[in-house]
């Protein structure tokens, strides 16, 4: 018996593009609004939708900021995956490829919104459980990630500590990315970082 997938109603198709256009107007106001004048009406507001619509989808303000950022991180990665098969082969153009590539993850409008929950989260109890475990997730995807498009072997000594200092890496040029343009220095540490890095993945033997 062969069995077929359910068509979606226009009800469904309706609610499920309501719902992705409130998850994209929430990373926005948080990005450009911090976490104290990003209300659900403003949301709501920008997304085009009634606050009780907004409700619908995310009863609490909570429910809608943590899936927002979850939303637009998921797809952030699901983008860089996408074009994976666009990256250098193997050697030092595939590293400073990828690192560049991680950091940029780490300096746009989801990262800065980001910054604004946890911001939040540090003094909001209701708040910092969901935010410890959304970052849980986020941080063991993009660890994940990072080491399938560097090749890296994780068995070996340092790797694995390498991996995970990128992405620290990253995280901190993004939060001095914040207040000013910080490309040019950015673009130098990226060039000095990946090379360390490539001497850890794959040292040359004697």
């Known amino acids: 018996m062969t069995s077929h997938p359910v068509a979606r109603t226009p009800q469904q198709d309706r609610s499920r593009a309501t719902r992705a256009r409130l998850l994209a107007a929430a990373v926005d106001c948080l990005a450009e609004l911090g976490w104290q004048g990003s209300t659900v009406t403003v949301v709501a507001e920008r997304a085009g939708v009634s606050r009780g619509a907004a409700q619908h989808h995310f009863p609490t303000r909570e429910d809608l900021f943590t899936a927002a950022v979850e939303y637009v991180t998921a797809e952030r990665l699901a983008a860089v995956r996408a074009h994976a098969d666009e990256l250098p082969a193997a050697g030092s153009d595939r590293t400073r490829a990828v690192v560049d590539m991680i950091v940029r993850l780490y300096t746009g409008p989801a990262f800065r919104a980001a910054l604004h929950l946890w911001t939040a989260a540090a003094t909001e109890e209701a708040l910092r459980e969901r935010i410890v475990a959304l970052e849980g997730r986020v941080g063991r995807e993009a660890h994940r990630a990072a080491t399938e498009f560097l090749d890296a072997d994780e068995?070996?000594?340092?790797?694995?500590?390498?991996?995970?200092?990128?992405l620290d890496l990253a995280r901190g040029l993004g939060l001095a990315n914040l207040l000013t343009d910080d490309s040019v220095r950015r673009s130098g540490v990226i060039r000095q970082w990946a090379g360390l890095l490539e001497s850890t993945l794959r040292p040359e033997h004697p």
Request: proline share 8%; charged share 25%.
């Open 155 to 166: 068995t070996r000594p340092g790797v694995r500590e390498s991996v995970q200092a990128t």
